[in-house]
């Protein structure tokens, strides 16, 4: 899945980036767990096919973390392993 990758070194926001690879041994470890989980990122194909059973939430928020002076709209998703409407 090296869609991850290819995203994050377009935008190069962390030093330390983790690997497609990781990305899905993370998932899978999150996948058995049995706790009430929480993943607030950017919309990817990897992140949508394995949590696809999970509910996504999708925003567009400005940000304001770039330094352009027009701010820029992202699409920020949360994927919640609950049903985060009854909170």
Do not use: F
Not at 3 to 10: N, R, V
Not at 16 to 22: A, G
Not at 72 to 81: A, D, Q, R, Y
């Amino acid at each position: 899945a090296p869609e991850i990758e290819a995203q994050l070194k377009q935008i190069k926001v962390y030093d330390n980036e983790m690997s497609n690879d990781q990305h899905v041994e993370l998932l899978d470890t999150i996948l058995d767990s049995k706790a009430s989980i929480l993943i607030l990122g950017r919309s990817c194909p990897l992140y949508d096919k394995m949590l696809q059973k999970w509910h996504k939430h999708t925003r567009y928020v400005v940000n304001n973390s770039s330094q352009a002076k027009t701010k820029k709209h992202t699409e920020v998703c949360l994927w919640t392993s609950y049903d985060s409407t009854t909170l």
